[in-house]
């Protein structure tokens, strides 16, 4: 059976559902756990985050990818639009989509 495309979709506006603690938490964190859930790795009481210094090296390479390395630490919901714009299209990078799909591209 042939394998499905994955999509990774960014909406213009965020969908309602999406959780407040994305929000909240800072731009690097929410592309480390896209870039986690891509790998299968995650981050538990008995690993050490020196072992997964690549997942975070990772993510930051797709925040610089979107010019947002300097903003790494900024909380998401205080970022500009244009760096919220940016930082979605940084997580649907880690992510590692065969098709990215962009509801109204040009806006931002």
Sequence with gaps: MPRRAAVGWDWAVPPAHQPLSQSQRGASRNVRLAVQVKSGKGFDLFSRTLGHRELIDRAMAHLAD????????????TLPHADQRKLEVAILLALEPDIFMFDEPTRA
């Design 66 to 77: 979107v010019s947002l390395a300097e903003r790494a630490t900024a909380i998401a919901a």
